[in-house]
């Protein structure tokens, strides 16, 4: 294997994401041997549930900040 990519949906790109930081800070050589090609999320709530957010930051969000 010389290359690898990443695709995880909602939860799954959640995990994916801790994945590569835990593999990147454990064994900082393997990015080194094994090349990233493409890294995908797809409705992935990085900035967690909407309704859950203090209204400030729902104002910013709609602000694209």
Known sequence: ITSIS???HSLGG???TYAVAY???HSPQFF???KP???VTLATPF???S???PLYVKFA?????
């Open 47 to 49: 900035l967690g549930l």
């Open 32 to 34: 080194d041997l094994i």
């Open 23 to 25: 593999v990147q800070k």
């Open 51 to 53: 309704n859950e957010n």
């Open 14 to 16: 959640l995990i994916q």
């Open 61 to 65: 969000l709609d602000f694209g900040l």
């Open 37 to 39: 090609i493409n890294f």
């Open 6 to 8: 990443f695709i995880g």
